[in-house]
Every structure is written in C-alpha cells, then in structure tokens.
T-cell receptor, first 110, second 114 residues
Framework: GEDVEQSLFLSVREGDSSVINCTYTDSSSTYLYWYKQEPGAGLQLLTYIFSNMDMKQDQRLTVLLNKKDKHLSLRIADTQTGDSAIYFCAESRGNTPLVFGKGTRLSVIA | DAGITQSPRHKVTETGTPVTLRCHQTENHRYMYWYRQDPGHGLRLIHYSYGVKDTDKGEVSDGYSVSRSKTEDFLLTLESATSSQTSVYFC?????????????FGPGTRLTVT
C-alpha cells in the first residue's frame, strides 16, 4: 500500500514549540493516531483524532487535521527534554491493522 | 500498562538457525500483531492474528511464520534466520481491528543474526 509520510528528524530548543507533520493516504481513514516511542521501549499511544474533527487539544498537545490535503500535525507546546523520542503517525484503513509512518525523531536541545 | 511481555528480550543467533519469539498477553485481547522496526523503514507489519488459529500476512511476511494456539500467546518463528532479519521485533495487541481501538505494544525483542 501507499506510505504514510513523515519527516525523519526534528530538532528544537527546550521551551519552544515542536510541530511534527504527517501525510496519510486513505481519505476514508476514520481515526488518525500519534504514538510516542521513548528510547529502548515500545510505542505508546499519545493521542488520536477522529476524522470528523479538525483539531484536538490535550494539555500541551494539539493535533490538527486537514482532510482535504490528508495532512496531520502534532504540536507540542513548551517542549521539554522528556519529549525527546520518536513520534509515529498512524492511520486506520477500515478493519485492517494500522499503517504507520517511518517515525520522526525529535531531539530537544537544553 | 497493558499486560504484554515478550521473550526473549535480546537474542543473538547464527545465520541458518531457527528462532522463535514469544508474545504473551494477559488482557484477553482478540488481535495480536508482530512488527519489525528498522532504521529508515519505521514499523512494518509481519503477521497478525484475529483469533486462535486465525492469522494473516502483513507487509513483510516472507521468511516468517506465526502460530496462535491460545488467546494469550502469539509466536513468531524465523525458520532459518538471515542477517536481513536482524531487527527489533515488537508485539502489539488490540481488542479489535476496528479503527477506534488502540493498539498496545510490548517492550520489544532485539534480535541479532550473525
């Protein structure tokens, strides 16, 4: 199938905002997910958005969805060193397993 | 945290040897998945199971087989390991494949094939 695309690296200074972008492929995807992977660990669900929403906010996290362009973004406000991780975008395609992007490695510089 | 364990957590094996990785869950979830994670490729689905004895292939299934004889266990077997199968392997579970259901991931198994 077609790929879910993400940039591979992002570097930000502590206290700044981080924006991680993703383009997905299936216009009928009902849910889109952001997972976080800390070093040496498995993936953990960070947040998700239902396709009939444009935005979802959860504390320091803001997810924006542009269905027309099939573009998803994750904004982390006041980025901390503990936010350093790999962030995966994933889309649902009906009743089949999630399709993941390659992941964006976020480095936070103190 | 969801009750998912993987064993072994680390393994070094030689080319041509068989290897079996085990995923064990205590959540009674119907769906179980095996992924591999490689630099530059992200997370790729190997096989998944939608019930006892019910499995299906994923994106990169060649060279791998799976078995699920009990709800709680999902085994991944490399019949004859090759160096290209050096990777980190993750198991995941979910209640359903429907898109509203979260996948929970295990801690991973790092496999090195020499």
């Amino acid at each position: 199938g077609e790929d879910v695309e993400q940039s591979l690296f992002l570097s930000v200074r502590e206290g700044d905002s981080s924006v991680i972008n993703c383009t997905y492929t299936d216009s009928s995807s009902t849910y889109l997910y952001w997972y976080k992977q800390e070093p040496g660990a498995g993936l953990q669900l960070l947040t998700y958005i239902f396709s009939n929403m444009d935005m979802k906010q959860d504390q320091r996290l803001t997810v924006l969805l542009n269905k027309k362009d099939k573009h998803l973004s994750l904004r982390i406000a006041d980025t901390q060193t503990g936010d350093s991780a790999i962030y995966f975008c994933a889309e649902s395609r009906g009743n089949t397993p999630l399709v993941f992007g390659k992941g964006t490695r976020l480095s936070v510089i103190a | 945290d969801a009750g998912i364990t993987q064993s072994p957590r680390h393994k070094v094996t030689e080319t041509g040897t068989p290897v079996t990785l085990r995923c064990h869950q205590t959540e009674n979830h119907r769906y179980m998945y095996w992924y591999r994670q490689d630099p530059g490729h992200g997370l790729r689905l190997i096989h998944y199971s939608y019930g006892v004895k019910d499995t299906d292939k994923g994106e990169v299934s060649d060279g791998y087989s799976v078995s699920r004889s009990k709800t709680e266990d999902f085994l991944l077997t490399l019949e004859s390991a090759t160096s290209s199968q050096t990777s980190v392997y993750f198991c995941a579970i979910s209640e359903s494949a429907r898109s509203s259901y979260e996948q929970y991931f295990g801690p991973g198994t790092r496999l090195t094939v020499t």
